[in-house]
């Protein structure tokens, strides 16, 4: 497609729920990478991936978040047990490589409430 | 670690008057780049400008006009003339390279700039 889509655009889920964030990067672009913004924190890194391999994990907020890409192209967000912090709007970007030297092409972002 | 502030949470002005966004970074690397990005009430991050650690000039798109000094760690954003479109969020981001870029880009917590009629 023209841009990175990511859906669904809109989820309100319970607490204690299992959510999946979709992210459709641009074809052809190697880098994938995930934020969350909300009005607390503004906008935070989260994880990114180059291929399928995501190198550091340590930008996800707890081990009740994972994400996994496959086929070098489309990446799931999973957040299990959601809690009402988990809240925020969830963004994806994609780049043609590694390194920040690359403009980051962003989505239109999924909100997520958690009631 | 690095970090990135922009300190105006929000900045009012009036059709036609000039503005500039402040930008401070930090970092320890000696090789980064640095990215203004723009929200509109839309909310999809449009991309504005990329500059790296070695390349001080400063640099004007249409009305818009970038101003890095690494004397002050500063990455000022100007513009020029303006428009009610331009109101919008903008952030100030920063990438490391000694991490291979692996690390993302570290946003300000962004500047709400209105432009009123």
């Known amino acids: 497609g023209a841009g990175v889509s990511q859906s669904p655009s809109n989820k309100v889920t319970e607490k204690g729920k299992d959510v999946e964030l979709r992210c459709d990067p641009i074809?052809?672009?190697?880098?994938l990478y995930w934020y969350r913004q909300s009005l607390g924190q503004g906008l935070e890194f989260l994880i990114y991936?180059?291929?399928?391999?995501?190198?550091?994990k340590s930008g996800l907020p707890s081990d009740r978040f994972s994400a996994e890409r496959t086929g070098g192209s489309v990446s799931t967000l999973t957040i299990q047990r959601t809690q009402q912090e988990d809240s925020a709007v969830y963004l994806c970007?994609?780049?043609?490589?590694?390194?920040?030297?690359?403009?980051?092409?962003f989505g239109p972002g999924t909100r997520l409430t958690v009631l | 670690a690095q970090k990135v502030t922009q300190a105006q949470t929000e900045i009012s002005v009036v059709e036609k008057e000039d503005v500039t966004l402040d930008c401070v970074y930090e970092t320890r690397d000696t090789t980064y780049y640095l990215f203004w990005y723009k929200q509109p009430p839309s909310g999809e991050l449009v991309f504005l400008i990329r500059?790296?650690?070695?390349?001080?000039q400063n640099e004007i798109s249409g009305r818009y006009s970038w101003n890095f000094q690494k004397s002050t760690s500063s990455f000022n954003f100007t513009i020029t003339a303006s428009q009610v479109v331009d109101s919008a969020v903008y952030f100030c981001a920063l990438s490391e390279m000694e991490g291979g870029g692996a690390d993302g880009l570290t946003f300000g917590k962004g500047t709400h700039l209105i432009i009123q009629p």
């Open positions: 970007a994609s780049s043609h490589g590694l390194a920040g030297n690359n403009e980051q092409f």
């Open positions: 500059r790296n650690s070695f390349d001080e």
């Open positions: 991936f180059q291929g399928n391999s995501a190198p550091d």
């Open positions: 074809s052809g672009h190697t880098a």
